[in-house]
């Protein structure tokens, strides 16, 4: 068989990726959320006609808790792949990867907030 090309190789990563994305939104409920919050936030960027450096600011937020999110839901499915049952190491885990996406979550709100506020007040 012959060996793929390095742009086979790379597009098809491309493919696995989108994949994930697409299983990701169409699963799980706080992706869902944050798809929807993102939604809102982009149209008040446009609405309130925020500067070059608020969008870079907002779109590396959205980024920062949607990405958190896919690898906090990739550990959960890991976790009870690898231990179907309760296990309190499990447990910690979880709570780990649960904690990162609500320390990404406030930071975001914060930015949010830092952009936003001054313009409603
Ligand atoms: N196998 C387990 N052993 C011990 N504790 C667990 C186990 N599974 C879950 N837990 C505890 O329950 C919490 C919630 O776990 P779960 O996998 O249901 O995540 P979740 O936050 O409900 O997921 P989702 O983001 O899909 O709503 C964990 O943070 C952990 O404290």
Known sequence: MAKESFVQNRLKSVVYALRGAWILVRTESSIKIQVVIAFVVILAGWYCEISATEW???LLAIGLVMGVEGVNTAIEKLSDFVQPNHDPRIGRIKDISA???MICSLIASAIGC???L???F
Do not use: C, E, S, W
């Open 114 to 116: 830092i952009i936003y």
């Open 118 to 120: 001054p313009k409603i």
């Open 99 to 101: 904690g990162a996406v």
């Open 56 to 58: 870079i600011l907002q």
